[in-house]
């Protein structure tokens, strides 16, 4: 009976043989995808001519062109890579050029909505007696 009392306490593999484990291989280390800094220009199509720069110090992000000198500049915070800025000047380029094409849609719809009421006058004058 005492030798039960000894039994109790350890686990259910005791006696038996310890199975070789084999190493499992180790996946190659993960290399980060550098993000980048130069980008194409949407003024004068050349490509990686734009280069963003972030200045964590003052919080500005700079965007400047070498070939046709275009600029534009953001605040920036501390999560802010220069993809994010290089998009959000795409993203104003193309609110400014959306409310450039409705102020030529006003510039040509206007004068013709003046000439057709003008005409509408005209006829109503005609033809009263």
Same mark, same amino acid.
């Given at each position: 009976s005492s030798a039960l009392v000894c039994r109790v306490g350890y686990p259910s593999s005791m006696g038996k043989r310890k199975s070789r484990k084999t190493a499992k291989? +180790?996946?190659?280390?993960? &290399?980060?995808?550098?993000?980048p800094? @130069?980008?194409?220009c949407p003024f004068c199509n050349h490509a990686h001519t734009v280069e963003c720069k972030l200045s964590m +110090? &003052?919080?500005?992000?700079?965007?400047?062109c070498r070939v046709c000198a275009?600029? $534009?500049q953001t605040t920036?915070?501390?999560?802010?890579?220069?993809?994010?800025?290089? @998009?959000? $000047?795409l993203d104003e380029i193309e609110k400014a050029n959306r409310g450039h094409e409705e102020a030529q849609l006003l510039v040509v719809w206007v004068p013709l909505l003046l000439l057709l009421l003008l005409l509408l006058l005209l006829l109503l004058l005609l033809l009263s007696p």
């Open positions: 291989p +180790k996946a190659p280390p993960r &290399t980060l995808q550098k993000i800094t @130069s980008f194409d +110090k &003052t919080q500005v992000g700079n965007i400047h275009a600029t $534009w920036i915070n501390h999560l802010t890579e220069p993809v994010d800025v290089y @998009s959000e $000047w």
